[in-house]
């Protein structure tokens, strides 16, 4: 059972998590919190050391869910091909699902931070590596079992695949228009097959 500091601590998290990814680090005003969270300015920081910790716990509950969410996507099927379109289907409408978020929070998190706080640039690009590390095995998996061909090695596959796919991100976002992320979707499946049936 969780004591009332720790439920506290949660629903802080929780709730200021899509507030620092909307508006960034250095854009998140201390009202912002204590407006967002309905607490004083003391309670806040009764739980967290200060902003940039809070900050931080932010990200990685933000990231968090959409690292849960990639496992739960990359193990629904057996066959690397279908765990591979279960990954295009879902970044069909990742808008949809960042939405409560305040957006990607990699590409906030990774645009924002990059000058000016060196604890969310590290998180975030562990964040990354962890993305690529796991279509990297889904393809390694798929070469082993003969289910796939790669013209490459599968961490560089998975560092393309997944660099295509924030890039339609980013393009989407900065845009406003969803085709930039509908349309390098379907163009990654056409490629992936292509390339990688066999």
Known sequence: MSTKAERTTAFIIETVASV???HGYIGTSMSDLTEATGLT???IYGNFENKEALALSAYQYNSNLL???IDEVLGEKSNALDKLGNLTDFYRNYDTFTLSMGGCPILNTGVDSQYNNRLLVAANKEVIKEMEGKI???LEDGVKKNELHLPVTPTQFAKQL???I????AMATMTSDKKYLTNTIAYL???IKKELKK
């Open 20 to 22: 620092f990814n909307k």
């Open 41 to 43: 300015k003391g309670a």
């Open 67 to 69: 690292l849960s969410k």
């Open 136 to 138: 990297a095995l889904v």
């Open 162 to 164: 997944f660099t295509m």
């Open 166 to 169: 924030q890039g339609a991100i």
């Open 189 to 191: 499946e056409v490629l």
